[in-house]
């Protein structure tokens, strides 16, 4: 199970529009969860509005009764039969911070795995991959419909999931996220960690990478130690990133402990990261930047941001603290 940040996150939902979109079938399939997980919104300050279609049948009247009941909080809008569900949530109000559309699966690129984050740009190039891999036939024209509200600004947020226990909680107060996010306006900045959560929140995210075996173990007391010296990128002022400030020489600094969260990567971040960095550093005086790494994704990443791969006796002494291990070089 993912490690919720509920404080954090809360700061950037209280007070903002939520909407919940459901068919009936999936919604009698988990009511109970999401009813559980819409609450759970409400208790952090969040406003809701469930949008579904379940039909006014007599074996349905529970679920009404129910709604109402444990759901005080949130607008209900029920879309009548033979009306376009999706086009209707969509249309439904003009301006939306977020929707969550809740499915059978959630957004899948063309080998079967699972999208975390895309924007409309990358959703036009790809989009004839998708449509006979989504759990529902019909969400390839839906996309472009998403596309088009985000597009114009109608809509800042939408996120498919695959509706179940606990996804609506784990998409949006975890690192990990449980389903795809669809955006274009990420505001992203690079700070340095400022207290204890953050910190916590920057072991979560290398501990992933731990588990890939791509860094040696930071753990919560190392980076608490060490906070004047790491730094996390920021998008929407939630934490998807993280570099350590490594001295090396009055010229050369390391970039340690680069991590991105799973949910975020390919979507640029890793540029965005080492780049800020490398520009906060080059104003400190630095000319040189380093950095010690195996994983592909990283190395892919260093050469396309103009980064060498080479070996040098100059840096002799931290190569032997990392037998094996590449090094890579940008100067300024």
Same mark, same amino acid.
């Given at each position: 199970?993912?490690?919720?940040?509920?404080?954090?996150?809360?700061?950037?939902?209280?007070?903002?529009?939520?909407?919940?979109?459901?068919?009936?079938?999936?919604?009698?399939?988990?009511?109970?969860?999401?009813?559980?997980?819409?609450?759970?919104?409400?208790?952090?300050?969040?406003?809701?509005?469930?949008?579904?279609?379940?039909?006014?049948?007599?074996?349905?009247?529970?679920?009404?009764?129910?709604?109402?009941?444990?759901?005080?909080?949130?607008?209900?809008?029920?879309?009548?039969?033979?009306?376009?569900?999706?086009?209707?949530?969509?249309?439904?109000?003009?301006?939306?911070?977020?929707?969550?559309?809740?499915?059978?699966?959630?957004?899948?690129?063309?080998?079967?795995?699972?999208?975390?984050?895309?924007?409309?740009?990358?959703?036009?190039?790809?989009?004839?991959?998708?449509?006979?891999?989504?759990?529902?036939?019909?969400?390839?024209?839906?996309?472009?419909?998403?596309?088009?509200?985000?597009?114009?600004?109608?809509?800042?947020?939408?996120?498919?999931?695959?509706?179940?226990?606990?996804?609506?909680?784990?998409?949006?107060?975890?690192?990990?996220?449980?389903?795809?996010?669809?955006?274009?306006?990420?505001?992203?900045?690079?700070?340095?960690?400022?207290?204890?959560?953050?910190?916590?929140?920057?072991?979560?995210?290398?501990?992933?990478?731990?588990?890939?075996?791509?860094?040696?173990?930071?753990?919560?007391?190392?980076?608490?130690?060490?906070?004047?010296?790491?730094?996390?990128?920021?998008?929407?002022?939630?934490?998807?990133?993280?570099?350590?400030?490594?001295?090396?020489?009055?010229?050369?600094?390391?970039?340690? !402990?680069?991590?991105?969260? !799973?949910?975020?990567?390919?979507?640029?971040?890793?540029?965005?990261?080492?780049?800020?960095?490398?520009?906060?550093?080059?104003?400190?005086?630095?000319?040189?930047?380093?950095?010690?790494?195996?994983?592909?994704?990283?190395?892919?990443?260093?050469?396309?941001?103009?980064?060498?791969?080479?070996?040098?006796?100059?840096?002799?002494?931290?190569?032997?603290?990392?037998?094996?291990?590449?090094?890579?070089?940008?100067?300024?």
């Amino acid at each position: 199970m993912p490690k919720l940040y509920v404080d954090e996150y809360t700061k950037s939902l209280s007070g903002k529009h939520v909407f919940i979109a459901c068919r009936e079938g999936i919604l009698r399939d988990h009511f109970s969860d999401i009813i559980a997980d819409i609450k759970f919104l409400n208790r952090q300050g969040v406003v809701t509005t469930l949008i579904h279609n379940i039909s006014n049948r007599f074996s349905n009247q529970k679920h009404f009764r129910e709604i109402a009941d444990r759901l005080p909080e949130t607008r209900v809008v029920k879309v009548l039969s033979g009306v376009d569900f999706y086009n209707h949530v969509l249309e439904y109000q003009r301006s939306v911070f977020k929707i969550i559309f809740l499915e059978r699966k959630y957004l899948v690129d063309q080998k079967g795995l699972k999208i975390n984050a895309i924007t409309t740009q990358r959703i036009r190039k790809s989009i004839g991959g998708y449509g006979d891999l989504i759990g529902n036939v019909n969400f390839k024209s839906i996309l472009d419909r998403i596309c088009r509200k985000i597009d114009h600004g109608n809509i800042d947020r939408v996120h498919i999931l695959p509706a179940g226990r606990y996804t609506i909680k784990h998409e949006l107060f975890s690192i990990e996220g449980s389903g795809t996010l669809i955006a274009n306006n990420y505001e992203e900045v690079l700070v340095k960690v400022s207290s204890e959560h953050e910190a916590q929140i920057v072991a979560g995210i290398l501990s992933m990478y731990k588990r890939e075996r791509f860094l040696k173990p930071r753990n919560l007391q190392y980076i608490l130690k060490r906070m004047p010296r790491f730094y996390v990128s920021k998008i929407d002022d939630i934490i998807v990133g993280c570099v350590e400030q490594l001295d090396i020489d009055a010229e050369t600094v390391e970039l340690g !402990a680069l991590a991105i969260s !799973a949910r975020f990567r390919s979507q640029r971040v890793g540029n965005f990261t080492v780049n800020a960095f490398v520009d906060q550093m080059t104003r400190k005086g630095y000319k040189r930047f380093i950095s010690f790494t195996n994983n592909p994704r990283l190395q892919k990443l260093y050469r396309g941001l103009g980064f060498e791969k080479r070996k040098t006796t100059q840096y002799q002494a931290r190569q032997e603290q990392s037998p094996g291990v590449a090094m890579f070089i940008k100067e300024k």
